[in-house]
């Protein structure tokens, strides 16, 4: 890291500790960022990471331009309402992304945190939006899915676990072999809530963290935005990455990197 950017990143720390303080924003060609986040001098490590680091996996993220849930649906088809009522076109919407997460690929964001989580040397929490299980293919030791996958399928009605489904082609809503009842994919739907074990596992890392970065998700709305707040008050050190800046910007928040996870992450996270 050179001087000035060192100066530069410890001015911004002082603006931050007096509660006002312009955002640090960098961008990925700035040399200063080689590997500020020194990760082995961290005990209780908190990430959590949205649509962004898939993206250079070719998966498209939910809303922004061209999104899967763009368009003139928006969000309607993972909505618990079209689940009730319209079960068919969930799962014809469900199959085609799911035939786009079993073909892709974790890229080096995704291996940049599974090389972050064996030099940790105390506790490493991975906690994904993103239902594609990349961080698992990439080998990322137990990533707590808070908004399910959709490699895997249960039942509406009776109480037969989850199991892992890697269909994609559904001519009709399919049916639970135990009762009968329709099938649905094993994600979180618009109008529903985490499960309460995903909740109390983010709760528990969140009260002891000292490292919370937060990754290719936006600042500014849940469940980041919520995230942030308490390992802010936990007094961790709080970083975002994200392609576009935040805004409006969430104070929580004391560094701000912009650019894409591909680049930003192995950067950020290299071995010193
Ligand atoms: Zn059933």
Known sequence: MSVQSERKRLLWAIAANRGT???????????????PIDIEAYHNIVIVTGAGISAPSGLRTYRGEGGLWAGQDGCYVATVEALRDE?????????EMRKAVIAAEPNVAHRALVDAERRAPGQFTLITQNVDQLHRKAGSAAPIDIHGSLLRTRCTDCD?????????EFPSVPQCDSCGANLRPDVVLFGESVGIDEEYQVKMALRLCDLFIAIGT???VAPACNYVRSADYAGARTILMNLEPMNPRNPYFHEEYIGSAETLVPALLASL
């Open 218 to 220: 936006s600042g500014t």
């Open 21 to 35: 303080l312009p955002p640090m924003r960098d961008t990925l060609d700035a040399p200063s960022i080689r590997a």
């Open 87 to 95: 079960p068919e076109r969930v799962w014809q919407h469900f199959g």
């Open 160 to 168: 037969r676990p989850p199991f892992a489904d890697l269909r994609h």
